[in-house]
């Protein structure tokens, strides 16, 4: 194998791709979860608020160990992976994905259940008396309304788990290749004094999630100028 | 087409609605009543947005509600257009327009799209994004989506009520030839005396969720004296809070307010504000208010009704013979009047 002298590179994917599978799975699971935020008159809906926000305040550490209880072969979740035929969730990528969504979900909720909210049940209801299904109007008229809230759920989610190093120790551990994220590929450089090498993954984090935010608001703006 | 029969029974909390009434299969029918009333909850079951415990609902012939019938929002063949007109921003106004249209089956199509763009002089406007249309054509495109739909009864809920004096006398003509024009019949919602006069052929009166009369136009308008004598209209005028206490109107003229009410919504009843020649000598208070009479009506030898323009809105004042008798009561003439009582809506 050539050596391209990016040792970086292989961290930088793997946060990247972490990044976007959870953030891609946590959207279409927060959407039901965020509706249902909004709709509810359930007296136990600040419970469930409370819930969901609590990644928000525990120490990353804290999400880690629990998750790495649950994950692991004897836990309830890694048990019955296992059960359906999966690998070890513990130090694999999978584990990694799992443990992601639980500490970014407030980030994606969030901004989802405010734009539903924001929205109330005006717009969805006139699209009832024009005809459309119950599901048809949602997918019409609620989540072309709410597109701010899902490019802000977007973004947050997926810096937010970019960014994420605690949980990803605990759960994942050092693994290269497999679980070494950046952020953990920039802590090693560090405790090893290597700091030209900490200094390039840095840099590079850093242009990516500019250039990354930078698109978004740029998106978001001309969206609203259009309409 | 066949005629409706409409039984509603819906209680909440502080609230009985009991409204039995048929309605014409074509022409102009008004729903009148005060705010507060029970018409948008009315709507609201008819439209199938709320489920009453009891209702028998048919529409020309179609059981929408009955003891073991419910037919969702989307299953009643009923176009609604709504006070606060509630276009989709997302959509342009033909995609606004096709929304009801396209979901609508093929077979139950019976109204065009070219047919209402001309009656409604909405070709101009298609393309457009609803955000630049002014409140009376957002209206027309509102009246356009629901009659594409070629409903079996169209509901408008107090249409022009939201829109300023120029558009509601815009509007109103396109209103008039919409039931002939298309053989929907129209049931107009307003609690706006003028508006039910020049449109409606046949009328229900609704007042704390009952109904107090109802058949055509000339007789119910032979009890009205009798109806509105048990209420006199609500006015409601829209202005803002400047201050606790303070109601700012658009013109720049302020009611005060019991500091309690924050809404920019003011319930005054046409009982309860005089109309004064000139402002007494040593008068000091804030409840004075200048306007414009806009029109007068006799309901009957002992009632009249004056509409008067204070800051654009209209509000209506009852007024006894001998009242208009004064020459300083006529259309054009600018009026004092004192606000007696004031009804805000606390939110």
């Given at each position: 194998m050539p050596d391209f002298s990016f040792p970086g590179l292989t961290p930088l994917i793997l946060s990247i791709k972490l990044a976007?599978?959870?953030?891609?799975?946590?959207?279409?699971?927060?959407?039901?979860?965020?509706?249902?935020?909004?709709?509810?008159?359930?007296s136990l809906k600040p419970l469930f608020e409370a819930i969901v926000a609590l990644p928000l305040v525990l120490p990353p550490t804290v999400i880690g160990f629990y998750m790495l209880i649950l994950l692991g072969p004897e836990g309830f979740i890694g048990r019955s992976w296992i059960g359906m035929g999966g690998d070890s969730l513990t130090f694999s990528f999978s584990g990694l994905v799992i443990a992601s969504m639980i500490y970014s979900l407030p980030f994606v909720v969030q901004p989802i259940q405010n734009a539903f909210e924001g929205l109330g049940r005006n717009a969805l209801e006139t699209a009832w008396t024009?005809?459309?299904?119950?599901?048809?109007?949602?997918?019409?008229?609620?989540?072309?309304?709410?597109?701010?809230?899902?490019?802000?759920a977007l973004v947050l989610?997926?810096?937010?788990?970019?960014?994420?190093?605690?949980?990803?120790?605990?759960?994942?551990?050092?693994?290269?290749?497999?679980?070494?994220?950046?952020?953990?590929?920039?802590?090693?450089?560090?405790?090893?004094?290597?700091?030209?090498?900490?200094?390039?993954?840095s840099a590079g984090l850093l242009i990516f999630s500019l250039i990354l935010l930078l698109s978004v608001y740029l998106i978001n703006h001309r969206w609203r100028i259009r309409t | 087409m066949t005629a409706s029969d409409i039984t509603i029974e819906f209680s909440y909390p502080g609230f009985d609605l009991e409204a039995s009434f048929p309605l014409p299969a074509k022409g102009i029918s008004g729903l009148f009543g005060p705010s507060g009333a029970g018409k948008t909850t009315l709507i609201r079951c008819l439209a199938g947005l709320e489920r009453p415990a009891r209702a028998h609902i048919n529409v020309g012939g179609r059981i929408w509600q009955s003891d073991d019938i419910f037919l969702a929002p989307h299953e009643r063949r009923l176009g609604l257009v709504f006070q606060d007109v509630r276009l989709f921003n997302h959509l342009s106004v033909r995609k606004n327009l096709l929304y009801g249209y396209d979901r609508t089956a093929p077979e139950d199509r019976k109204i065009r799209m070219e047919d209402v763009l001309n009656m409604l002089d909405l070709a101009p406007l298609l393309d457009k994004r609803p955000e630049k249309l002014s409140g009376g054509?957002?209206?027309?495109?509102?009246?356009?989506?629901?009659?594409?739909?070629?409903?079996?009864?169209?509901?408008?809920?107090?249409?022009?009520?939201?829109?300023?004096?120029?558009?509601?006398?815009?509007?109103?003509?396109?209103?008039?030839?919409?039931?002939?024009?298309?053989?929907?019949?129209?049931?107009?919602?307003?609690?706006?005396?003028?508006?039910?006069?020049?449109?409606?052929?046949?009328?229900?009166?609704?007042?704390?969720?009952?109904?107090?009369?109802?058949?055509?136009?000339?007789?119910?308008?032979?009890?009205?004296?009798?109806?509105?004598?048990?209420?006199?209209?609500?006015?409601?005028?829209?202005?803002?809070?400047?201050?606790?206490?303070?109601?700012?109107?658009?013109?720049?003229?302020?009611?005060?307010?019991?500091?309690?009410?924050?809404?920019?919504?003011?319930?005054?009843?046409?009982?309860?504000?005089?109309?004064?020649?000139?402002?007494?000598?040593?008068?000091?208070?804030?409840?004075?208010?200048?306007?414009?009479?806009?029109?007068?009506?006799?309901?009957?030898?002992?009632?009249?009704?004056?509409?008067?323009?204070?800051?654009?809105q209209d509000i209506h004042v009852v007024l006894g013979p001998r009242g208009v008798d004064q020459p300083w009561i006529s259309v054009g003439q600018d009026i004092h009047m004192m606000i007696n009582r004031i009804r805000g809506e606390v939110e």
């Open positions: 976007g599978v959870t953030t891609l799975l946590l959207i279409i699971l927060a959407t039901p979860l965020a509706w249902w935020l909004s709709q509810t008159k359930n024009l005809g459309a299904r119950p599901l048809e109007a949602f997918f019409s008229v609620v989540l072309p309304l709410s597109t701010k809230g899902y490019l802000t989610g997926f810096a937010h788990t970019l960014g994420e190093f605690g949980i990803v120790l605990m759960v994942g551990g050092n693994i290269p290749g497999k679980t070494r994220v950046i952020s953990i590929a920039i802590y090693d450089h560090v405790e090893m004094l290597e700091y030209g090498d900490a200094h390039a993954l | 054509e957002g209206q027309r495109v509102a009246i356009g989506r629901a009659l594409l739909t070629s409903p079996a009864l169209l509901l408008m809920d107090e249409p022009l009520a939201a829109l300023g004096e120029q558009h509601k006398k815009d509007i109103l003509p396109y209103l008039k030839k919409l039931p002939r024009e298309f053989g929907i019949p129209l049931l107009y919602v307003s609690h706006n005396f003028e508006e039910m006069a020049s449109l409606a052929d046949y009328m229900v009166c609704l007042n704390r969720g009952r109904i107090q009369a109802q058949g055509n136009w000339q007789d119910v308008a032979t009890q009205l004296p009798d109806i509105l004598d048990r209420w006199a209209p609500d006015n409601v005028i829209y202005g803002e809070i400047s201050a606790p206490g303070r109601f700012k109107l658009s013109d720049g003229q302020v009611i005060t307010i019991p500091a309690a009410v924050t809404s920019p919504r003011l319930v005054l009843n046409a009982r309860d504000i005089s109309l004064l020649h000139s402002p007494p000598g040593n008068y000091a208070g804030d409840a004075l208010l200048t306007g414009t009479i806009m029109d007068i009506t006799q309901l009957d030898r002992d009632k009249n009704i004056v509409r008067i323009s204070l800051a654009g």
